[in-house]
T-cell receptor, first 113, second 115 residues
Framework: AQSVTQPDIHITVSEGASLELRCNYSYGATPYLFWYVQSPGQGLQLLLKYFSGDTLVQGIKGFEAEFKRSQSSFNLRKPSVHWSDAAEYFCAVGGSNNNDMRFGAGTRLTVKP | DAGITQSPRHKVTETGTPVTLRCHQTENHRYMYWYRQDPGHGLRLIHYSYGVKDTDKGEVSDGYSVSRSKTEDFLLTLESATSSQTSVYFC??????????????FGPGTRLLVL
């Protein structure tokens, strides 16, 4: 069965610093990969997704992610973090079956002024 | 944002009582899902629907039932609520075709407390 690991439960970065959130997945076939962001008390908003093609994917709010098949990773990056980026971030992996999606446990991002 | 609403947004109930949560969409999407979110677990699929009257179980379906009598509405019922069902419940939808078939869009969530 597929699974997703987000190794970092909580990360703190200073405003303006770069950010990388890690995601490792296990999936038997070609994965569809997603990053979602959740602000407190809100639903999940899609940041970006990877289905095929260019392994560097651009998303909303200045985020990007890189798919590395050899490392089974899909890490999320942002060159300069803003205070409004403080939230919880979820990586997810899915496939051609709609009931297959699995989520990581999430990484909570705190941004220091 | 995808047109998804959930009601109620907050609910407090007592152990043993039935509870129904409603998800309503205005996107005419075929697929609808119910997840629960618990600390340390991310989101886990409870049930999903692939059309009117077509539903199936997810990873954590015990103690839950669902119904879908119209494309736009997907109901989640806790027949007899237990404290272990205290959670935040999210509804999601996805389209029938194309890349969006694999992309799920989420509602705002319902926070349920079972005392």
């Amino acid at each position: 069965a597929q699974s997703v690991t987000q190794p970092d439960i909580h990360i703190t970065v200073s405003e303006g610093a770069s950010l990388e959130l890690r995601c490792n997945y296990s999936y038997g076939a070609t994965p569809y990969l997603f990053w979602y962001v959740q602000s407190p008390g809100q639903g999940l908003q899609l940041l970006l997704k990877y289905f095929s093609g260019d392994t560097l994917v651009q998303g909303i709010k200045g985020f990007e992610a890189e798919f590395k098949r050899s490392q089974s990773s899909f890490n999320l990056r942002k060159p300069s973090v803003h205070w409004s980026d403080a939230a919880e971030y979820f990586c997810a992996v899915g496939g051609s079956n709609n009931n297959d999606m699995r989520f990581g446990a999430g990484t909570r991002l705190t941004v220091k002024p | 944002d995808a047109g998804i609403t959930q009601s109620p947004r907050h609910k407090v109930t007592e152990t043993g009582t039935p509870v129904t949560l409603r998800c309503h969409q205005t996107e005419n999407h075929r697929y609808m899902y119910w997840y629960r979110q618990d600390p340390g677990h991310g989101l886990r699929l409870i049930h999903y629907s692939y059309g009117v009257k077509d539903t199936d179980k997810g990873e954590v379906s015990d103690g839950y039932s669902v119904s879908r009598s119209k494309t736009e509405d997907f109901l989640l019922t806790l027949e007899s609520a237990t404290s272990s069902q205290t959670s935040v419940y999210f509804c999601a939808i996805s389209a029938s075709t194309g890349e969006d078939r694999e992309t799920q869009y989420f509602g705002p969530g319902t926070r349920l407390l079972v005392l």
